[in-house]
């Protein structure tokens, strides 16, 4: 398997470095992920976003049930000049990680790497002591285990993924592909994210939580898709929308909405709104508008006031600072407008728009 795969691109300083570290009894799948979001080449974008090896304890590393044995990959020590380190992950939750392994998960993060596990790679980043006061995820099927043999984690069992600043976990196997997402937006923002998640053929993001996929009864009459309604609201986010009226365009009550929100996606139909319209504010700020009245009426999200405050929930960043790190390069003060975007979030009943006769301001 090739190492080192973005050299070619067009970045104009060094890439950020990811590198994978494979132990034995690695899953294959997290690997993929791995594999998948940091480690292709994305000529569609027309850069390399990142720089991306693998490497390994020892020359041959056998895989999860003996699947295959990885060979070709870098020694342990290419973990040191990482930005970003991924643990391994082991179905064999109750084995010890191996010391070498450990103490290269505890270098990385003594010199500030940025610390990432997929699934059971929570135990990796447990048993190298890096989480203890920490918030985490893991699978469920391992939580109670987790909580008896890691006190100190702050498990939280209830979610996809858990962004603890310089340390980031995954619930589970699919669970990684949203936090390679998330990290990706992180990174470069949501236009970038988006691009990735097409080519992966993958939500960008995925509300809810791990508690859909906990073991349980199965109903007895399956739930209709909320894929048409969800479409046909995507198209819509500038425009009020209620529940109410989602409720009505399916045909459904508004409880019975709510459940299959709840039961498809984790998360209630205004929460979702609420997060497609900020979606679409950080794809028109990437995208040149600087305006902020108008970045606020065009994603439904109706106030300048209102936008600032949902930003910097979902973002931690402030609208200036967004484009500071996220807008087009060298974008001149009065960029122009925006077009229409594809999949738009609408208005939330009761928000003000711009004052007519008013001139939009500057994003402050």
Not at 53 to 70: I, K, V, Y
Not at 206 to 229: I, K, M, N, W, Y
Not at 253 to 282: D, I, K, M, Y
Request: charged share 25%; hydrophobic share 40%; net charge positive.
């Amino acid at each position: 398997m090739a190492q080192g795969s973005s050299q070619a691109g067009v970045s104009t300083g060094p890439l950020h470095r990811v590198v994978v570290i494979v132990d034995r009894n690695s899953n294959p799948f997290e690997l993929g992920c791995a594999i998948e979001v940091f480690g292709l080449r994305r000529p569609e974008l027309g850069r390399e976003l990142y720089d991306f090896a693998l490497c390994s304890p020892e020359p041959g590393t056998l895989m999860r049930d003996g699947f295959f044995t990885l060979t070709g990959v870098a020694g342990l020590d290419a973990a040191d000049s990482a930005d970003t380190v991924i643990v391994p992950n082991r179905p064999d939750t109750d084995t010890p990680r191996r010391p070498a392994v450990l103490d290269a998960v505890r270098r990385a993060h003594a010199r500030g790497a940025r610390l990432v596990g997929f699934c059971s790679g929570a135990f990796t980043l447990a048993e190298a002591g890096v989480l203890d006061g920490r918030r985490a995820t893991a699978h469920w099927q391992w939580a109670g285990s987790f909580r008896a043999r890691f006190p100190a984690v702050r498990l939280e069992p209830d979610v996809l993924f858990v962004d603890d600043g310089d340390i980031l976990t995954a619930a589970g196997s699919a669970a990684a592909l949203d936090l390679g997402l998330h990290i990706v937006r992180k990174d470069f923002g949501a236009e970038i994210a988006n691009s990735v998640s097409r080519r992966l053929v993958f939500a960008a993001h995925r509300d809810g939580g791990q508690r859909q996929f906990v073991e349980r009864p199965v109903p007895e009459t399956r739930d209709a898709s909320l894929a048409p309604l969800l479409a046909w609201a995507q198209e819509r986010l500038d425009e009020p929308l209620t529940v109410a009226g989602l409720a009505a365009r399916a045909g459904l009550s508004p409880a019975t909405l709510h459940r299959r929100f709840r039961a498809q996606l984790g998360t209630t139909p205004l929460a979702w709104l609420t997060g497609e319209r900020v979606a679409l504010a950080c794809r028109l700020i990437e995208r040149g508008e600087e305006r902020l009245e108008v970045v606020a009426r065009r994603s439904g999200l109706g106030t300048a006031a209102n936008l600032r405050a949902r930003l910097r929930r979902e973002t931690g960043l402030s609208p200036s600072d967004y484009r500071r790190r996220f807008g087009p390069a060298g974008a001149p003060a009065s960029a122009g407008r925006v077009g229409t975007v594809p999949g738009r979030v609408r208005t939330v009943p009761g928000q003000v728009g711009t004052v007519p006769g008013q001139a939009p301001s500057a994003i402050p």
